[in-house]
């Protein structure tokens, strides 16, 4: 892919961000979601590129913009052909209420490299580099947390595992605790909570849960740009979405999917951008063209992980330094 393309899909994220931010502790989460929609498909169409959403804001007749098939792109009979993940706003609560760690997000590869993944549910595992081999998503609560502390050389009673506070994990809760480990619950965005494993200062030791299937995607491209684990298995809830998995996925619906299954390419990229403060990444201030922003990118080809701070100044039309 187009070495330059990096620093164009940052600032599509960056402007997603800024359009959230705007709407930050206002309570309005709606409104917040449809601002970082709306600037991030207004900047992929400013580019010279033929892209595809493969994971986006539902189905066509679901979403007016970002809508799964969608072609964006302002190059789009001649340009590069690539494939697109996006969660413009990841914890809309989380922006809503002025909550942490809510985030700009997206991550693309060559065409046809990310999976088509139905708008259900994902039982998901992922761990970081040095845990990668420890996780088994077919493994009990208590050996996933006995593998990965040994893993990463630590007591049991050490070991943070994140997991999305539902009704639905009560069970596996209780199960990590009784193995000695301590539980980070959180209650949106576990895109955050998959990356954060592989993130040296966040705390995290080990994600376990189900959540949607899209955000699998995105967490899986994250995992494989900075050799970490990840795991995952539909969960479907109704006889459409299996009926979905079934034209659109390519992949066995009914097994366990490896990071491979679901991201199909070295040269896949992930972008997340902060809306608001968080373990991973600071959120923004000031506004698109007059503010700044905080991102990380992990690049799979080239194997890093980069923090980047950019900082806007004049009225959005000029340049951007990165420091």
């Not at 706003?89 to 002025?98: D, I, S």
């Not at 299954?261 to 991973?280: H, K, N, P, Q, Y």
């Amino acid at each position: 892919m187009e070495a330059n393309r990096v620093n164009e899909m940052l600032s599509v994220a960056e402007a997603a961000a800024f359009a959230a931010g705007a709407w930050t502790g206002k309570g309005q989460k709606d409104r917040a979601d449809a601002a970082a929609v709306e600037a991030m498909r207004d900047r992929f169409n400013e580019m010279s590129f033929s892209g595809r959403i493969v994971i986006g804001e539902g189905e066509r007749d679901e979403a007016p913009m970002l809508y799964i098939g969608e072609e964006v792109g302002g190059a789009r009979e001649d340009g590069e052909e690539i494939d697109i993940a996006v969660d413009p706003l990841e914890g809309t609560n989380l922006c809503a209420f002025a909550q942490p760690n809510a985030l700009a997000v997206l991550a693309y590869a060559p065409r046809g490299a990310l999976l088509y993944a139905p708008d259900t549910y994902m039982e998901k595992i992922a761990a970081g580099p040095a845990a990668r081999d420890a996780i088994d998503i077919d493994a009990t609560p208590a050996e996933n947390v006995t593998r990965v502390a040994a893993a990463l050389g630590k007591n049991a009673e050490d070991l943070v595992v994140c997991v999305l506070e539902r009704e639905r994990h009560e069970e596996m809760i209780a199960a990590i605790r009784a193995a000695g480990a301590r539980v980070r619950l959180i209650t949106d965005g576990d895109v955050f909570g998959s990356v954060a494993t592989a993130i040296e200062g966040t705390g995290i030791d080990l994600y376990m849960g189900s959540g949607g299937a899209p955000e699998g995607v995105l967490a899986a491209t994250a995992m494989k740009c900075v050799g970490g684990g990840f795991m995952g298995r539909f969960r479907f809830r109704n006889d459409e979405e299996r009926a979905r998995a079934e034209k659109t996925s390519g992949v066995d619906i009914d097994g366990v999917l490896a990071m491979d299954d679901l991201v199909r390419s070295d040269e896949a990229v992930f972008i997340a951008t902060g809306v608001t403060d968080g373990e991973m990444v600071r959120g923004v201030r000031g506004v698109y063209g007059n503010g700044r922003a905080h991102s990380v990118i992990m690049d799979c080809r080239t194997k890093t992980v980069r923090f980047v701070e950019t900082i806007y100044r004049g009225d959005g039309e000029g340049t951007f330094a990165l420091s």
